[in-house]
């Protein structure tokens, strides 16, 4: 970019006959002013005079300023702990994003077989835990043979101390007495620290309505996580039953839901909102009416892009045809409601964006989303990587992969460490190697990768 080092030779005393003059300024005042102003006129003002140019180009307290105001303090943190201090080669790196690495994780291997992870599923749920030293739950899916699970399961993430490269230790955790039942399609999301679970198909075939929500009890000692479930009690109202319905939170007291397939097998195109009580022990549905919306689907993606903006991307609609329109839900002030999101042709590379039901979209620093596999309607599985960005520029780009390569895949599950740098990915559905055995070439993955912004 132009913007980059494009300071040109203009310079000036930077006086006026008033006889103000920035260079009688101290370094932390210019500072301060320049870390309010937007990146273009942080450039322009570093082309005013001597003094802030040699700032603008060289301040590495500028630039970290910059990286943790527009990409979060938790990227500053993580880049610290790797010893990376260029933070404006950093700024660049993350304005410029147009590739990520993948890493296959290593299982840990002084773990006994038998229990040692979880097999291979399509349609569960997978968060990432930001109270612990990073660690991802993963609950339910769908498997082969048709079952549809009720297992927990905690993916405690290390490194080793001799090569350093990433390792996973699965812990299964005992199924406690009161828990949802076993289940594929439900949503379950981070709200604060707890977790709201909604809907999904269970073990008979039957669409849920229940809502549940889970607490982190972290043992101090042996520094392992285990769940409370409850049932919340949601009073009289709530969404009819569904799976294949997409879920975000909003903010830590409520989230978002929308579509899915209902009890008579229509896809939906109803949106609700479920307000949580400051203790977490009510809830309150709210379905809202307002209009346009989007249109009935299914498979679909929620994702939260920042204070009372929710993005929605892509599905399987009525017609059995996948879709590839975006829409935001503004959640700021009631009437909330949908807003479509429309892109200039040549902010998409090949002029469109594409279709595709099963992926995973996911927030990443900056408030972009990353988008990746899912199937087009040829019912072709992906293994495609795109940045969607509506905050600058409205723009969609598609990124590098480089490293591990995974394979193809949909109905997936990805969550984001909270640094949005690092996006884990388990399990979907995975194009089988085509022998009499396996008739559609499709089978269940089991498979856990790391995706990184900035290897
Ligand atoms: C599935 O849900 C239906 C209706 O809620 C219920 O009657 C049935 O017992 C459930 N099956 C299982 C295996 O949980
Ligand atoms: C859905 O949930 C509500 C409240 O929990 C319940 O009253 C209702 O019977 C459930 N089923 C349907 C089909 O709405
Ligand atoms: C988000 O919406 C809530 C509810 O309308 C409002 O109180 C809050 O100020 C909004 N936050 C921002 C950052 O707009």
């Not at 903010?251 to 307000?275: A, E, K, P, Q, Y």
Request: glycine residues 10%; contains cysteine; charged residues 20%.
């Amino acid at each position: 970019m132009a913007e980059d080092d494009d300071h040109g030779s203009r310079s000036s005393k930077g006086g006026d006959e008033n006889g103000w003059s920035i260079t009688e300024m101290s370094e932390d005042q210019v500072l301060s002013i320049l870390v309010l102003l937007p990146l273009e006129s942080i450039l322009c003002f570093g082309m005013s005079c001597k003094k802030t140019l040699t700032l603008t180009r060289s301040s590495q307290t500028l630039w970290k300023s910059i990286c943790a105001r527009d990409y979060g303090h938790s990227i500053v943190r993580d880049r610290e702990r790797h010893r990376d201090r260029d933070w404006k080669r950093l700024y660049q790196r993350l304005r410029n994003l147009d590739g990520v690495s993948c890493f296959n994780l290593n299982l840990n291997l002084n773990m006994t077989p038998t229990d040692a992870a979880p097999i291979p599923r399509a349609s569960h749920s997978l968060n990432f835990l930001p109270s612990s030293s990073g660690s991802l739950l993963l609950f339910g899916g769908g498997c082969e043979g048709g079952r549809h699970l009720d297992d927990t399961w905690i993916a405690y993430i290390g490194t080793t101390a001799t090569t350093s490269s990433r390792v996973v230790n699965w812990q299964r955790l005992s199924s406690p007495t009161t828990a949802p039942s076993g289940r594929f399609g439900h949503s379950c999301i981070l709200i604060g620290t707890s977790l709201v679970l909604f809907g999904g198909i269970n073990d008979t075939g039957i669409r849920q309505n229940d809502t549940w929500i889970a607490h982190q009890v972290i043992n101090t000692t042996t520094t392992t996580t285990t769940l409370s479930w409850r049932l919340l009690d949601v009073g009289p109202l709530a969404p009819p039953p569904r799976g294949a319905h997409a879920c975000s939170s909003i903010d830590d007291r409520r989230m978002l839901i929308h579509g899915g397939i209902g009890l008579s097998g229509t896809r939906l195109g109803d949106t609700w909102l479920l307000c949580l009580s400051d203790n977490l022990c009510f809830g309150t549905w709210h379905q809202t009416l307002t209009h346009p919306v989007p249109s009935p689907r299914s498979g679909h993606t929620l994702t939260s892009i920042g204070p009372n903006r929710t993005l929605l991307f892509g599905g399987r609609g009525l017609g059995y045809e996948v879709l590839n329109d975006v829409w935001y839900f503004d959640s700021s002030l009631p009437p909330f409601g949908w807003v479509p999101v429309l892109f200039e042709p040549r902010n998409i590379p090949g002029g469109l964006s594409l279709a595709r039901v099963g992926h995973s979209a996911t927030l990443i620093s900056g408030g972009r989303v990353l988008i990746y596999g899912g199937e087009d309607s040829y019912r072709h599985r992906k293994d495609d990587f795109w940045l969607l960005d509506i905050t600058r520029r409205r723009l969609w780009t598609r990124l590098k992969c480089e490293g591990y390569k995974p394979k193809s895949r949909s109905f997936h599950r990805a969550s984001a460490d909270e640094s949005g740098c690092y996006l884990y990915v388990f399990g979907g559905m995975v194009d089988g190697i085509l022998q009499p055995a396996e008739p559609t070439g499709l089978r269940f993955d089991g498979e856990l990768f790391v995706v990184e912004l900035l290897a």
